[in-house]
């Protein structure tokens, strides 16, 4: 099992930074691939970036691309989320998730962070 935990959300003006990370316990970290989703008030949760169980392949959602950047560290079993750019319709809850195949659907994922919240003001 892989247990997830989500920090560095916060409030930010647009056109601000953010780095979020996601701490990975067990050592299974690195048999994982992992992705961060979203999900905004009244909205679906979406996804946002996946990276492979090596880090050698990315993807991200049109609407950040460009914008954000997926990393991992396997020896420090722990992903992020580096968030340039920020505009208001960023502002949702973001989780971190842990899954067996590398994909945008949400329901492949296995494990998942309690979240946590980013605001970007205008």
């Known amino acids: 099992q892989v247990q997830l935990v989500e920090s560095g959300g916060g409030l930010v003006q647009a056109g601000g930074s953010l780095r979020l990370s996601c701490a990975a316990s067990g050592r299974t970290f690195s048999q994982y691939s992992m992705g961060w989703f979203r999900q905004a008030p009244g909205k679906e949760r979406e996804f946002v970036a996946r990276?492979?169980?090596?880090?050698?392949?990315?993807s991200y959602a049109d609407s950040v691309k460009g914008r954000f950047i997926i990393s991992r560290d396997n020896a420090q079993t722990t992903l992020h989320l580096q968030m340039n750019s920020l505009k208001p319709e960023d502002t949702a809850v973001y989780y971190c998730?842990?899954?067996?195949?590398?994909?945008?659907?949400?329901?492949?994922?296995?494990?998942w962070g309690q979240g946590t919240q980013v605001t970007v003001s205008s």
């Open positions: 998730a842990a899954g067996r195949s590398s994909t945008t659907d949400t329901t492949a994922y296995d494990y």
């Open positions: 990276i492979s169980i090596v880090g050698g392949r990315t």
